[in-house]
């Protein structure tokens, strides 16, 4: 086993699945049955969701909105994600403990760090829900700051490409894909893999991050367990 506690990283819209908005329940399935097979490794996992499958932050100003009263609401749509993703892992018999940025106290524990390190050393599923507490930061610095803080191996940030390319492999046939790559080539390159404020608190902490498809059937368990998946971020090359 290559990673010993890791912070995964999903996005809001991959819960869609399908979809054109909401939860797709057999994508949540398809989640819940690749954390159980790394839990199974005894791997301590933290995971930090986004909530653009119900309402991203970012469309407040378009709608008129307040931008910060919008980062909010981007923010409770994490908690619901996250409440669903805490439902169907408890489903299949995993412990979990739902932390929120800000105090919601019926249904999530305020994040404390201590607490945090200690629910990961007892087995328990971690999930991190309404971002920093804080707004204008997305959810990818949220994971950023929340590996570091419970000081995790690595950060696994699950997509729908099986990595980082030279340019969207969507849209661009010729896009070649990174085995590995370094934070400052990122930069330079402009290469859209987290927010910049994420990918320098991964650099400053020396931190790697690690960019897969989760949507490919045992790609995490293969990434805990060493295998070449996806494209390694790290300080060097």
Do not use: W
């Amino acid at each position: 086993m290559k990673y010993k506690r890791i912070l995964l990283k999903l996005s809001g819209e991959a819960l869609m699945g399908n979809q054109q908005f909401g939860i797709d329940p057999h994508r949540l399935e398809q989640y819940a049955q690749e954390v159980k097979r790394v839990k199974e490794l005894g791997v301590e996992l933290a995971i930090v969701i986004g909530g653009g499958n119900i309402y991203r932050g970012i469309q407040a100003e378009r709608t008129g909105i307040d931008r910060v009263q919008g980062d909010y609401m981007g923010m409770l749509a994490t908690v619901i994600n996250a409440m669903a993703l805490q439902s169907i892992l408890e489903k299949h018999g995993i412990y979990t403990r739902l932390m929120s940025g800000f105090k919601i106290e019926q249904v999530c524990e305020p994040f404390i760090r201590r607490r945090a390190v200690r629910h990961l050393e007892k087995g328990r599923v971690v999930i991190f829900g309404a971002g920093i507490g804080n707004p204008y930061f997305t959810t990818d610095s949220t994971a950023s700051l929340r590996a570091i803080e419970i000081e995790a191996d690595v950060v696994l940030k699950g997509t729908r490409v099986d990595g980082v390319y030279t340019a969207d492999p969507e849209k661009d046939p010729t896009a070649e894909r990174y085995s590995n790559i370094s934070f400052q080539e990122v930069f330079e390159k402009g290469l859209s893999v987290m927010d910049m404020t994420a990918i320098t608190l991964c650099q400053e902490n020396n931190l790697p991050i690690i960019v897969f498809d989760m949507n490919k059937p045992g790609n995490l368990y293969n990434l805990v367990v060493g295998e070449d998946v996806g494209t390694l971020i790290t300080a060097k090359k």
